[in-house]
């Protein structure tokens, strides 16, 4: 099992470009989550699915979309890239409701100029 | 809302030195709360969860409620530890997200 892959891995993006970050899972996960982290700040919640065709907001939505078409994939969308938006942005799954562990991507490092 | 705080950006402990990464969390309900930890070049990955009660590579962290903190503890640190450690805290509803505090890079020097 490749459990959580994320594509790319690296991105450098002009101001006002746009770009999807892909993320998959094969472990048949419900719950599936996209995390920016920032330098002192640790993991903060963009947005967050429950299941096919659902998605909620996190803490930090703004100027993010997401969509879940299929079970295994959770897209992140940035529309028009801001300078604020340079992260490290990680992706996460876990079973369900009552699974607390969630399974994390090795990270897509963005660079926005 | 909730929070999750981390004092120490950085600890610096000698191999064979007991160790302890504090927590604090401000939460107004009844909080799950667990120890992630990013080792070089890997993942974030679960270290322990409060609810198990379980020693994992000889952590341990007690969840005290009175003190509202949640500090993982370890007897004696071996220089494999090192790492950057995040506590995090779950509201246990719809969704089970995550709040992390922003992280303690642990050096265990030899």
């Known amino acids: 099992n490749a459990g959580v892959t994320q594509t790319p891995k690296f991105r450098v993006l002009k101001t006002g470009q746009s770009m999807t970050l892909l993320c998959a899972q094969d472990?048949?996960?419900?719950?599936m989550y996209w995390y920016r982290q920032d330098p002192g700040m640790g993991l903060r919640l963009i947005h967050y699915?429950?299941?096919?065709?659902?998605?909620a907001k996190g803490e930090v939505p703004d100027g993010y979309n997401v969509s879940r078409l299929k079970k295994q994939n959770f897209l992140l969308g940035l529309e028009s890239a801001a300078p604020s938006q340079t992260s490290v942005y990680f992706c996460?799954?876990?079973?369900?409701?009552?699974?607390?562990?969630?399974?994390f991507g090795p990270g897509t490092r963005l660079t926005v100029t | 809302a909730q929070r999750v705080t981390q004092p120490e950006k950085l600890l610096s402990v000698f191999k064979g030195a007991p160790v302890e990464l504090k927590c604090n969390y401000s939460?107004?309900?009844?909080?799950?709360l667990f120890w992630y930890v990013q080792y070089s070049r890997q993942r974030l990955q679960l270290l322990l969860r409060?609810?198990s009660r379980e020693s994992i590579k000889g952590f341990t962290a007690d969840l005290n409620k009175g003190e509202t903190s949640f500090h993982l503890k370890k007897p004696f640190a071996q220089e494999e530890d090192s790492a950057m450690y995040y506590c995090?805290?779950?509201?246990?509803?719809?969704?089970?997200?995550?709040?992390f505090g922003g992280g303690t890079r642990l050096m265990v020097k030899p």
């Open positions: 939460y107004s309900g009844s909080p799950e």
């Open positions: 699915s429950v299941g096919e065709g659902t998605t």
């Open positions: 995090a805290l779950s509201r246990n509803n719809a969704g089970n997200m995550l709040t």
């Open positions: 409060h609810i």
């Open positions: 472990m048949n996960h419900e719950y």
């Open positions: 996460a799954s876990s079973y369900g409701r009552r699974s607390y562990e969630q399974y």
